[in-house]
């Protein structure tokens, strides 16, 4: 390992040192950047002397060097090299901004609680990034970096920004991105990215700005969300049915379900001024979670479905869950939702008026009054005229009653609390046709569902069922 000028005398002096190497030490010295060749990312395979730089050589270099190649606090600022050998940086401190550019690193870098100022790997192509637990005062720049390893930065803390726009990850069989428990303070750029093998573990990490195209993440099974917490969203994906599809890809881990990701989008999305769009997504929060639950009362202790093993009673109540909540979701959205029941009120008021206009123009209502429908007046229309109702107030001087509307009708059945006179004045006959047997049976049905509707509705106005 080199550790002073005099090493490298040791080994040779200034002829064991590569061109590029030479080139390097001189520009760091300085303080300026160093570009090697055209300054493009060299082919796998390319380790000519003008473009290989030694990863002990850079490492030396990294951390300040001596007091014969004294590094400037600007760090070391590298293009268009070939790095041999793992440059490991674990448990040492950077000097100034470290900046491997358009670089190729086929042994990767270790970083294992590495204190930098800035890290820019950006256009390299690495084998992988281990910087668990670094802290970086500043930013983390890798766009267009390709990746043929795990991105590791779980435990890192970032001062500034991180940015993988473009970057592309390729990491069979283990996380792409580890950044569990990640610390962002500023902006957190996503954008472009592609994960062509690996996971994304984002699990309880920290950014301040998240910015990001939602096409980009992994599908479900290879994406963590799971205490994943950002303090705004920026650009174009700020709407609640971009964003559901984005959140169903990374609450659902080892076959459960994490409602965390859903509650604090609402919340971010709340802090944005975009209620709607908060409920909407609290909505199909408790939707999955109530779903989510009711499969696993399938399961019995073995894991397996068992049919045969499960009892009539656990089939029961899972019929009766999926009913409730079907229920509590059209009529109120689980309480997010609760204007949603004045909708169905007036769907219900609707379906009902047809059944009651069909009764009244076939002549099969009655006023509902027992000393009327013994009277001989009515009892004679009843025999002669085909729509009895119709003419009871309109052809017999005297006989005034109240007048027959099917919008107040259907509104007096479905509506409770309102009492309009309709039905006090008028019912269906079951024994002068169809359509008066038909609404005869139908208003318990349209009665019961306007009670259901309306006090679920009430219940969420007022918070007796629990939203948040």
């Known amino acids: 390992m080199i550790k002073t000028w005099q090493d490298i005398e040791d080994r040779g002096g200034q002829a064991w040192l590569t061109p590029a190497e030479i080139l390097l030490i001189e520009a760091s010295k300085s303080g300026d950047p160093c570009v090697l060749g055209d300054g493009l990312c060299p082919e796998e395979g390319n380790v000519q002397g003008s473009l290989t730089v030694r990863a002990e050589v850079l490492r030396y270099l990294v951390l300040g060097g001596c007091n014969v190649a004294q590094i400037q606090d600007l760090g070391v600022h590298l293009w268009g090299a070939c790095i041999t050998g793992e440059l490991d940086l674990s448990f040492a401190k950077a000097k100034g901004a470290l900046g491997l550019l358009n670089c190729r690193i086929d042994q990767g870098i270790q970083a294992l609680q590495t204190r930098f100022e800035m890290l820019n790997l950006s256009g390299s192509s690495i084998s992988l990034l281990n910087a668990q637990s ?55 750029f996503w954008r472009n990215v592609t994960v062509s ?18 096409t980009g993440w992994p599908p479900k099974g290879r994406l963590i969300l799971d205490g994943f917490t950002y303090e705004r969203i920026s650009g174009s994906s700020t709407r609640a049915s971009k964003r559901i599809a984005w959140l169903e890809q990374g609450s659902e881990w080892n076959g459960y379900f994490h409602p965390q990701p859903f509650t604090h989008l609402a919340q971010v999305f709340r802090d944005l001024g975009h209620d709607t769009d908060a409920r909407r997504v609290l909505a199909r929060r408790e939707q999955l979670a109530r779903r989510y639950e009711r499969h696993h009362m399938r399961v019995v202790p073995d894991g397996s479905l068992g049919l045969g093993v499960k009892s009539i009673w656990r089939d029961l109540k899972r019929g009766t869950l999926f009913a409730a909540d079907q229920l509590l979701r059209l009529t109120v959205g689980y309480g997010h939702h609760p204007f949603r029941s004045l909708w169905l009120l007036v769907a219900l008021v609707c379906a009902a008026m047809l059944p009651a206009q069909k009764a009244w123009e076939e002549g099969n209502m009655a006023p509902n009054a027992a000393p009327v429908l013994v009277s001989q007046d009515w009892r004679h229309l009843a025999g002669t005229s085909e729509n009895p109702a119709r003419d009871w107030s309109a052809v017999i001087p005297g006989k005034d009653w109240e007048t027959f509307y099917a919008p107040a009708y259907a509104s007096d059945l479905v509506i409770p609390l309102v009492d309009l006179g309709q039905t ?3 019912a269906p006959s079951t024994e002068r046709g169809p359509w008066g047997w038909h ?7 349209f009665t019961t569902a306007g009670w259901i509707v309306t006090a679920l509705g009430a219940a969420a106005i007022t918070g007796i069922i629990r939203r948040d």
């Open 134 to 188: 670094a802290s970086f005062h500043g930013d983390v720049f890798l766009r267009d970096t390709r990746t043929n390893g795990p991105v590791r930065l779980n435990g890192a803390t970032i001062g500034g920004q991180l940015d993988l726009t473009g970057a592309h990850i390729h990491a069979p069989n283990r996380n792409a991105l580890n950044g569990q428990r990640l610390r962002v303070e500023r902006g957190f």
């Open 197 to 214: 093998a690996g996971a994304v573990d984002l699990n309880s990490a920290h950014v301040g700005d998240l910015v990001d195209d939602v």
């Open 424 to 426: 006090d004045a008028w």
């Open 439 to 445: 609404l005869w049976w139908l208003r318990w049905l």
